[in-house]
């Protein structure tokens, strides 16, 4: 049985005009699928359902998150902005260590009660996929424990999770100043055991002079690709370690931040086909300085995504709307291309790009019904939820709280 979805104006996403405009045409869904999308005069049987000229876009995808962690680090945030910079919180061992602390201590359920308000704001905005990293765990027993809790929360709360491993997030305290054995942990039994237990899509790294070194990361993405994981990075955020070239090499799914990314990086993300996930809250709550090279990745060709970064230090903020408008306000980007980078491109930063982030038939039928005069508005109006209905696997489905 086919439902059909009428008089909606579809924002398809697809890369033909503006937001892939489609008008008079009706979107027919069967089961969890898009099955049809025809001009309305075709349409001749089956339960319809009215939306009576609003818009429809595909459900949002925000690719990049870390939404599960214990406590918060306000304090470290009232330090910065007097003036201490994140680097040297972090060498003091606050920072990430501080979340890794705070996220042993809870138990999967704590940690669940703990990161649901911020699933759910981004639910209650239109993400239907989310992207969660480990990563404030750094021992296997707790990086395992962080990814059930992601995989836990896909299954109770009507969004599609993307379990992503990150435990090269940071040097756990029991390994200080011994790295390169933390890295034969995360190779000899982190990966394996989360490759085993299929608990995450990809592997990540953060690649940074205060993180990991180029080769440590190189050999973290050896060693996932050898277990059938895809690879992606934290690269080139605060300085440039040419970790992006590395990680196209090894066909990264995604390269995140990319602030000081240089145009080598840029040629082998491009010849890769490797996706820039742009970040701007974390630039944003940072202050950086610099900005990543936008024009110069779009005219590579390159796929530029957008997401939240979500995360207790340098991105607390729990919203892919304003991520949106960040990215157009401070770096650039047309309201089309931030839309984009938090549907179709998105998508691709998490290998579904054949099932999710477009309206078109044979993808999964996750879609949103706006109250807006245009799609712009819903990158450019803040603080006001004009979502109507939110449709996951075709069916409606809307945030518990
Ligand atoms: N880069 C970031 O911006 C986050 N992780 C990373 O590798 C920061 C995470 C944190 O400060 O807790
Ligand atoms: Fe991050």
Redesign the pocket.
Known sequence: MTRWWINGRLATMTPTGAYGLLEGHAMGVTGDTISAIVPMSEVVHGEVVDVQGRWITPGLVDCHT?LV?GGN?ANEWEMRLTGVP?TEI?RRGG??L??VRATRALSEDELIEAALPRLHALIREGVTTVEIKS??GLTLADELKMLRVARRLGESEGVRVSGTL?AA??VPPEYAGRADDYVDLIVHSIIPEVAHQKLADAV?V?C?SI?FSVPQCERIWSVARHHGLAVKG?CE??TNQHGTAALARHGGWSA??LEYLDDAGIAAMAEAGTTAVL?PG?YYF?REPQRPPVEALRAAGVPLAVAT?L?????PFASIRMAMNLACVLFGLSPDEALAGATRNAARALGRADRLGTLEVGKQADFLVWDVQHPAEIVCSLGVNQLSRRVVRGEECHARI
């Open positions: 870390h962690y680090r994140y972090a920072g990430i501080n979340s990563g404030y990150l997030h940071a990540d953060f940074e993180a934290h955020q605060l995140d931040h970040l974390a940072l970064d995360n207790p230090g340098t991105s």
